[in-house]
T-cell receptor
Framework: SAVISQKPSRDICQRGTSLTIQCQVD?????MFWYRQQPGQSLTLIAT?????????ESGFVIDKFPISRPNLTFSTLTVSNMSPEDSSIYLC??????????????FGPGTRLLVL | GQNIDQPTEMTATEGAIVQINCTYQ??????LFWYQQHAGEAPTFLSY????GLEEKGRFSSFLSRSKGYSYLLLKELQMKDSASYLC??????????FGAGTTVTVRA
């Protein structure tokens, strides 16, 4: 399976600031996904990032708050803008996982733990 | 859209068996996934069912009934390391997944 790294692994930020999270994959993948997991909650999809096109955002998430870049097939960034304490969460990127032969299978990065004060 | 329900918490004793149920409602069915997530870690793929019946993989088995919109994950011979959250997920038909809220399993000695 793919090896995914995320930077930073954790951060503590002040409200009103922005943080950019990087996701690096060791192989080329078509689709990359960004999720948020708030404390004690399940995974909520923020957006899908495809190389060469604009990210597709889920209901409740907007580009101004969560701008995404996807400059090539192995890398993506998610920025959490103008942060508030409600943005404290784990942010995870994921990619297609071909092991099952099912396109919807996803393989997750280690996550970025964000605390906003 | 998808509506996925699973119990919030379950507790069991080491060596025992636990069954985690998941019911779903989806407009177009294309399989069901189970993921395991240890505290502070990323979710990891456990199983995928697309046909009715039981699929066994060592101590873990997953069952699906498409007509009932129902699945379960069976954990046998529980070990302390099985303490984790177990997430049921269904594809949305556009290469994305919808996750249930997760079931936290606590294994006691």
């Amino acid at each position: 399976s793919a090896v995914i790294s995320q930077k930073p692994s954790r951060d503590i930020c002040q409200r009103g600031t922005s943080l950019t999270i990087q996701c690096q994959v060791d192989s080329q993948v078509t689709m990359m996904f960004w999720y948020r997991q708030q404390p004690g909650q399940s995974l909520t999809l923020i957006a899908t990032a495809n190389q060469g096109s604009e990210a597709t955002y889920e209901s409740g998430f907007v580009i101004d708050k969560f701008p995404i870049s996807r400059p090539n097939l192995t890398f993506s960034t998610l920025t959490v803008s103008n942060m508030s304490p409600e943005d404290s969460s784990i942010y995870l990127c994921s990619v297609e996982d071909p092991r099952t032969g099912v396109q919807e299978t996803q393989y997750f990065g280690p996550g970025t733990r964000l605390l906003v004060l | 859209g998808q509506n996925i329900d699973q119990p919030t918490e379950m507790t069991a004793t080491e060596g025992a068996i636990v069954q985690i149920n998941c019911t779903y409602q989806t407009s177009g069915f294309n399989g069901l996934f189970w993921y395991q997530q240890h505290a502070g870690e990323a979710p990891t793929f456990l199983s995928y069912n697309v046909l009715d019946g039981l699929e066994e993989k060592g101590r873990f088995s997953s069952f699906l009934s498409r007509s009932k919109g129902y699945s379960y994950l069976l954990l046998k011979e529980l070990q302390m390391k099985d303490s984790a959250s177990y997430l049921c997920a269904v594809p949305r038909g556009d290469y994305k997944l919808s996750f249930g809220a997760g079931t936290t399993v606590t294994v006691r000695a």
